[in-house]
């Protein structure tokens, strides 16, 4: 089984930084994906960054140039730097890895930007 805790999440004004982390533990194994989704009150979820085993990364437009995925593999660990943050990232941020076919979500973060 493996456990994802996201941490990171705050109430923040519209301008200023965010990093969340989000740490992996458990039965842990050839990790293939390790992304970032959001999910505002009455939206569906979005994709928002991930990065695969490789360091490839890929961020969605919406973010580009203002978001950043990054991965410590030591730690399990997987990054996302926000930056220039604007009311609409107010969002549940959520992390998810994929290992072996099999696919994880965490409990989610809670990002909060005002204006």
């Known amino acids: 089984q493996v456990q994802l805790v996201e941490s990171g999440g705050d109430l923040v004004q519209a301008g200023g930084s965010l990093r969340l982390s989000c740490a992996a533990s458990g039965s842990i194994s050839s990790i293939n994906f390790m992304g970032w989704y959001r999910q505002a009150p009455g939206k569906q979820r979005d994709f928002i960054a991930a990065?695969?085993?490789?360091?490839?990364?890929n961020v969605a437009d919406s973010v580009k140039g203002r978001f950043t995925i990054s991965r410590d593999n030591a730690k399990n660990t997987v990054y996302l730097q926000m930056n220039s943050l604007k009311p609409e990232d107010t969002a549940v941020y959520y992390c998810?890895?994929?290992?072996?076919?099999?696919?994880?979500w965490g409990q989610g973060t809670q990002v909060t930007v005002s204006s």
């Open positions: 998810r890895l994929i290992a072996r076919g099999n696919d994880y």
């Open positions: 990065i695969t085993s490789g360091g490839g990364t």
